[in-house]
């Protein structure tokens, strides 16, 4: 079964950092694309950014861009969602999604569990 | 950027059919993917490439895509289909490929 298996919830302060993480099973990690979701609360999904482990190629979003880092360990079939200074307008849900490979496939399927990130003083 | 546009609720009583419409520019020459989210839990994908359905989702979800309009249909709707639902393209029309979402709709059934 392909699975995806985010790390649980978090609790932050304002100016802290912060990694999360994506743990896949099930598939050849290495050639799927692995991306990341924003959920604000009571919110729609937001694209973040994508990253294909087999290379380490990475695209970010604009809204997002220099805001998170996007990483992955092949080794331990893990992707990554990393903040280096958290604001409180962070707050979300974030999930990780697998992506085919081509192109031609751009749609995300299965979806983690989700990882809840509240940043509050 | 690429903008999805969905209403924001669609009311059905069940065993009727419910349209969940998605707005864009010419969305009909993309590929349109549909995403159902219950509450507390992951998106789950119901429509890919327009019109397909991934294993283990039932026929009553189909979707259709032409001109500037995407459409979910879901048929003799039951309560456990009430849930948000959200479309997805690619949008490769700049020099960053983007992966954009719909705003989402709220589907009630009455």
């Known amino acids: 079964e392909v699975q995806l298996v985010q790390s649980g919830a978090e609790v932050k302060k304002p100016g802290e950092s912060l990694k999360i993480s994506c743990k896949g099973s099930g598939y050849s990690f290495t050639s799927y694309w692995i991306g990341w979701v924003r959920q604000m609360p009571g919110k729609g999904l937001e694209w973040m950014g994508i990253i294909y482990p087999g290379d380490s190629d990475t695209r970010y979003s604009p809204s997002f861009q220099g805001q998170v880092t996007i990483s992955a360990d092949k080794s331990i079939s893990t992707a990554y969602l990393q903040w280096s200074s958290l604001k409180a307008s962070d707050t979300a849900m974030y999930y990780c999604?697998?992506?085919?490979?081509?192109?031609?496939?751009?749609?995300?399927?299965?979806w983690g569990q989700g990882t809840l990130v509240t940043v509050s003083s | 950027s690429y903008v999805l546009t969905q209403p924001p609720s669609v009311s059905v009583a069940p065993g009727q059919t419910a349209r969940i419409t998605c707005g864009g520019n010419n969305i009909g020459s993309k590929s349109v993917h549909w995403y159902q989210q219950k509450p507390g839990q992951a998106p789950v994908l119901v429509v890919y490439d327009d019109s397909d359905r991934p294993s283990g989702i039932p026929e009553r979800f189909s979707g259709s895509n032409s001109g500037n309009t995407a459409t979910l249909t879901i048929s003799r709707v039951e309560a456990g289909d009430e849930a948000d639902y959200y479309c997805?393209?690619?949008?490769?029309?700049?020099?960053?490929?983007?992966?954009?979402f719909g705003g989402g709709t709220k589907l009630t059934v009455l």
């Open positions: 997805q393209v690619w949008d490769s029309s700049s020099d960053l490929p983007n992966w954009v």
């Open positions: 999604a697998r992506k085919g490979s081509s192109s031609l496939y751009n749609w995300f399927d299965p």
